[in-house]
């Protein structure tokens, strides 16, 4: 179980990084869309307006906000460490909890927008699968 509770860990540092990342994502888009729609401006002669671009900026945080499933991850990680403290009947209570935080990390990785954000949910996919491995023998 001692390397159940460091691969625990490990995750909750990979769901720290992503927090970390996660605000940046949103800034290099609106920086991304100011520099394209300038570009359009510039070549059309089109009338930009700040209020359009803030929409848009709005409506692609919207989509890739993953705080919600960031908050899941912390909760179900602590919920995590609390079944392993139990000494019976822990092993179906940690496989549903890691299938939680299998759903979580996936639709992390599919709303983020950004690379860094993808590779470290992918990582997390990947230290529950040892997780899993691990569970497997407890009962």
């Given at each position: ?13 990979q769901l720290r990084k992503i927090e970390k990342f996660a ?117």
């Open positions: 179980q001692k390397h159940i509770v460091s691969v625990a860990v490990e995750i909750a540092e605000p940046q994502t949103i800034k290099e888009y609106k920086f991304k869309l100011e520099q394209r729609l300038k570009k359009l401006v510039d070549t059309r002669s089109h009338n930009l307006q700040a209020n359009e671009l803030a929409r848009e900026i709005a409506l692609f945080a919207d989509k890739c906000d993953i705080t919600e499933e960031t908050q899941r991850i912390s909760s179900h990680l602590t919920e995590f460490t609390d079944i392993l403290k139990r000494s019976e009947n822990i092993g179906k209570n940690l496989e549903f909890i890691v299938q939680e935080l299998f759903r979580e990390a996936n639709t992390i990785a599919s709303k983020a927008n950004d690379n860094k954000i993808v590779s470290v949910a992918v990582g997390i996919k990947n230290n529950l699968e040892k997780i899993k491995e691990q569970i497997q023998n407890i009962e």
